[in-house]
């Protein structure tokens, strides 16, 4: 997973963070989950890059959480999951609020 900063400009490196998930570990697309989601005052990275890590030599399945402004996108939690996630798996988050509005909660 990496982390890239493309205002730096043409000429310089824009990889600015990067984590491995180790030998013969594929991730799903991550996402970043805000920290305070409500405050327009928030840094960009402020919060937290989510993804599914599986793990082809024992078929496991972990969902990772890393501190998305970290310079190696720092692990916080890996939860082990039930079952397999296929590393085709999509997923997106939403707030609940915008989920209300789809179904009138």
Not at 31 to 47: K, L
Request: overall charge negative; charged content about 25%.
């Amino acid at each position: 997973m990496m982390k890239l900063d493309f205002s730096k400009g043409e000429n310089q490196e824009c990889i600015v963070a990067t984590s491995f998930y180790g030998s013969d570990c594929y991730g799903g697309k991550p996402f970043i989950v805000a920290r305070e989601p409500v405050n327009p005052e928030a840094d960009e990275d402020d919060g937290y890059v989510v993804s599914y890590v599986h793990d082809e030599k024992t078929r496991e399945s972990n969902f990772w959480v890393t501190d998305a402004k970290s310079s190696d996108l720092h692990v916080v939690a890996v939860v082990k999951l039930p079952r397999l996630v296929p590393s085709c798996f999509h997923g997106i988050f939403v707030k609940e609020s915008d989920l209300c509005k789809l179904h009138n909660c």
